[in-house]
């Protein structure tokens, strides 16, 4: 099995900025492709960013310029900085990962999300 755990979520005022991290744990053999994606109440969920094992990453345009996604492949965990939040960027935060499980099987995984709030 595959967990992944999001943190750092939380309430921030308007202009301010936030930290998600995601550790993906389990029988992994290796990680491919993480990303984040959000869902506001009463909408779809969206992408917000992805990062190949490589590095090469992908923006949503809504975040473009203002988030910056990196990971750290030795432990499997996946960051996204948020600066300058809007009150528009509040949402529950998943995060996601393409996964090779030790037992030689792909797979999709996802964490339960993190509430990120934007309020003054």
């Known amino acids: 099995q595959v967990q992944l755990v999001e943190s750092g979520g939380g309430l921030v005022q308007p202009g301010g900025s936030l930290r998600l991290s995601c550790a993906a744990s389990?029988?992994?053999?290796?990680?491919?492709?993480m990303g984040w994606y959000r869902q506001a109440p009463g909408k779809q969920r969206e992408l917000v960013a992805t990062?190949?094992?490589?590095?090469?990453?992908n923006y949503a345009d809504s975040v473009k310029g203002r988030s910056t996604i990196s990971r750290d492949n030795a432990k499997n965990t996946v960051y996204l900085q948020m600066n300058s939040l809007k009150p528009e960027d509040t949402a529950v935060y998943y995060c996601?990962?393409?996964?090779?499980?030790?037992?030689?099987?792909?797979?999709?995984?996802w964490g339960q999300g993190t509430q990120v709030t934007v309020s003054s």
């Open positions: 990062i190949t094992v490589d590095g090469s990453t």
């Open positions: 996601s990962a393409h996964v090779l499980t030790s037992t030689w099987h792909r797979n999709d995984y």
């Open positions: 389990g029988s992994i053999s290796r990680t491919y492709t």
